[in-house]
């Protein structure tokens, strides 16, 4: 069936996801909402356990947000005022400014050939400051754990994962969700779990950083008494129910997504662009299906014309962003991020994604690349 321009295709599917399962989230509402307990009621307290438990972590504490799950890790984790810690120079800007609301001072380190911090300049980033490093798991590609553990150990910091773009997915044996002293999911509506809203969640084997955290979220409350400068920054029982419902779609969601991945990349393996590592099942669970062209424009221009939503993660480095000059902050580059920054588009990849749009963007992709002869 020949693909015409009038053949939408959106980057979301969160309107076609509520078609096939909104009895069941409408259900959990209404549940919640007749348990008088909006806030603090057993969705809440269930969520975490199972959450923890998905990453093979002890505990888990969920909050309002990713990047206050970030925060709240990083506090958690003694990290303030003049420490500076390791990360990636290409992020969203949540995961810097998690860094900079904690006190502390951000040292951009630039990326390797995965997308993960590069670890030889990171060895020549240290400083006797040095106090934590963030591993930032970009696009659904989980971290090799080993390598980011054993600098970090080697070298007495804390490791943080910051694995907002990588539920779900696992290397070596290992989730994500359970490397370094702290890890943090996002569950934005951009996630492939999404909340009706934000939502995020903080895991930890260590009993301590589990209680400052449930002190954070909470304006410091502990055993009767406000002890600490703490935040409203509470997940309500409604969202959990939702997130939970939620959960029960992943396997699923996520083969979807990557039978898509392999239509595109088998499709795209002759044209002039590069494509994501496929690995197996749980090695990448395609939070995004990025691809990386010099004529980046030109194909989201004819994209664009074909009705064919896209985005860029993401347009800018963080090192450059203006917020960032304001604060103190160094930079270990080559120049790697910058240069994916012209060069990545992501493409629609959703669960709802029909046969008929699939071959609509592959069409549209092979049409605009010139084919390698």
């Known amino acids: 069936m020949p693909m015409t321009k009038s053949l939408h295709v959106p980057f979301s599917g969160a ?29 809440v307290y269930q969520l975490e356990r199972t959450l923890a438990e998905f990453a093979g972590r002890r505990y888990g504490r969920v909050v309002n947000s990713g990047t206050d799950a970030l925060y709240f890790a990083l506090v958690a984790s003694g990290v303030g005022e003049g420490d500076e810690v390791l990360v990636t120079d290409l992020s969203f800007v949540a995961t810097v ?28 980033a240290l400083r006797e400051r040095t106090k934590a490093l963030v591993a930032v798991q970009l696009y659904g590609r989980m971290t090799t754990p080993d390598p980011v553990e054993k600098f970090t150990r080697e070298h007495g910091i804390i490791l943080i994962e910051d694995a907002a773009q990588s539920f779900g997915a696992a290397v070596s044996g290992r989730r994500s969700g359970s490397v370094g002293a702290v890890s943090c999911h996002s569950f934005d ?38 002890v600490r400068l703490g935040h409203n920054s509470q997940m309500s029982s409604l969202t959990a129910s ?52 010099p004529r980046r424009d030109d194909l989201a221009a004819a994209l664009r014309a074909a009705d064919i939503e896209t985005l860029v993660h993401y347009p800018y480095v963080l090192h450059e962003l203006s917020f960032i000059k304001q604060y103190p902050h160094r930079l270990a580059t080559l120049g790697r991020a910058k240069r994916l920054t012209e060069e990545v588009i992501s493409l629609p990849i959703h669960p709802y994604l029909t046969d008929q749009e699939v071959e609509h963007v592959v069409t549209t992709v092979r049409k605009t690349l010139e084919i390698s002869g």
């Not at 400014?97 to 020549?124: H, K, M, Q, S, W």
């Not at 088998?266 to 990448?284: I, K, Q, T």
């Open 97 to 124: 400014d998690a860094i900079v609301r904690a006190g502390a001072v951000p040292v951009f380190v630039d990326i390797d050939d995965n997308y993960t911090i590069d670890l030889e300049l990171a060895a020549e």
């Open 15 to 43: 309107d076609r996801e509520f078609d096939e399962i909104g009895p069941e989230l409408l259900a959990a509402l209404e549940s919640v909402l007749r348990s008088g307990q909006p806030l603090n009621g057993e969705p």
């Open 242 to 293: 939702v997130i939970a419902v939620k959960l029960a779609y992943e396997e699923r969601w996520l083969r979807r997504r990557r039978a898509i991945a392999a239509t595109y990349s088998a499709a795209f393996a002759d044209c002039r662009c590069s494509v994501p590592h496929h690995g197996e099942l749980r090695e990448n669970i395609y939070h995004k299906y990025v691809i990386r062209t």
């Open 189 to 226: 509506p951009m996630k492939v779990i999404p909340a009706p809203g934000t939502g995020g969640v903080v895991l930890t084997d260590d009993p301590d950083i589990a209680d400052q955290v449930e002190q954070l979220r909470r304006w410091g409350f502990s055993r009767g008494d406000f």
